[in-house]
């Protein structure tokens, strides 16, 4: 009686282990069992022209393929090339990436939503997606100064500055010269800023930069061809005295709040690897004299 005892104690404890060949698993089975899911460990990201941008992503099954879809115009969940052609996007080590060398319409915050699918099993979150366009955010400001401050641009201050100099030295020199002023067309100008503030409007409705650099490529056609009269004019005050040179045609530039004709213009020089604009040894001058803050009229 003892030994039957003993052997039923023992019989007990092991089926209360899960031990013996009738014992059975308390586990949680394996992943094909599961629900599949998708978590987002970042919430929102920023995509520019020169910068990635990424999303950190995990999910409890390894044979996962992925879709994103992103908001667009008309708030509808679409393909992001159908959105912006220039972005793509791939996912590599638990990380989403988006990148791409150009956007095309306006900055934006839009939503995102990604997907993971497992055979007949999917899970997906949202996101927010900045799409910033840099060179559309430059555009729009360069074009605030043109619309805001026409005439700041128009009294081709650089240029004066020049011909003015050029003029005290023929004097000094006693050579009898005249400043010869280009005539502007008004009436052109502001009909191409009409146009621009119509471009601006179907920008911000969705239209691609496009439409507003073609615009802004007519006026600063026009002032260029207003500002490189006045060269020729300069010119003609150059040709008069050898100790003067002549100077090459130039063209309008943008940085930050102020314009130039002079500054990113590589017929008279270069910018530096940190950004700072050099003039060439021989245009020098030109700095000096378009330097308004030095108040300096040496050639």
């Known amino acids: 009686m003892k030994k039957l005892l003993t052997v039923i104690a023992l019989a007990s404890i092991l089926n209360g282990c899960g031990g013996g060949g009738g014992g059975s698993s308390t586990g949680t089975g394996d992943a094909s069992s599961q629900s599949l899911k998708l978590t ?3 919430l929102s990201t920023q995509v520019s022209e020169e910068s990635e941008g990424t999303i950190r992503i995990s999910t409890n ?9 992103v908001e667009d115009q008309s708030n509808k969940m679409v393909e992001l090339s159908s959105v912006e052609p220039g972005l793509s996007w791939s996912v590599d080590d638990g990380k989403l990436t988006i ?10 915050t839009v939503i995102a939503t990604i997907r993971a699918i497992s055979g007949d099993d999917s ?47 023929l004097d000094l020199l006693g050579v009898s010269a005249s400043e010869l002023n280009p005539t502007f067309d008004s009436v052109r100008f502001n009909l191409s800023l009409s146009e621009i503030d119509s471009a601006l409007v179907e920008v ?9 650099d073609a615009k802004v490529i007519l006026l600063e056609s026009q002032i260029n061809e207003y500002a490189n009269q ?3 004019s300069i010119n003609a005050l150059a040709a008069m005295n050898n100790s003067l040179m002549t100077l090459p045609e130039v063209a309008i530039s943008f940085d930050g709040s102020k314009t130039s004709f002079f500054i990113g213009n590589s017929e008279y020089g270069s910018f530096t690897f940190d950004g700072v604009w050099q003039y ?12 308004l803050s030095q108040n300096n009229c040496s050639i």
């Open 61 to 69: 099954k390894s044979d996962v393929s992925y879709e994103l879809l």
């Open 204 to 212: 911000s409705n969705g239209a691609d930069e496009d439409v507003l």
């Open 280 to 291: 060439s040894s021989e245009y020098q001058f030109v700095g000096r004299l378009t330097d």
């Open 123 to 169: 899970a997906e979150a949202t996101f927010n997606l900045e799409l910033k366009n840099t060179s559309l955010d430059k555009t729009i400001e360069k074009v605030g100064i043109y619309v805001n401050n026409p005439l700041g641009v128009m009294d081709l201050t650089e240029l004066n500055a020049i011909s003015d100099a050029y003029l005290k030295v």
């Open 230 to 232: 006045k060269v020729e």
């Open 40 to 42: 987002l460990n970042d």
């Open 99 to 108: 990148n791409g060398d150009s956007i095309n319409k306006s900055s934006r």
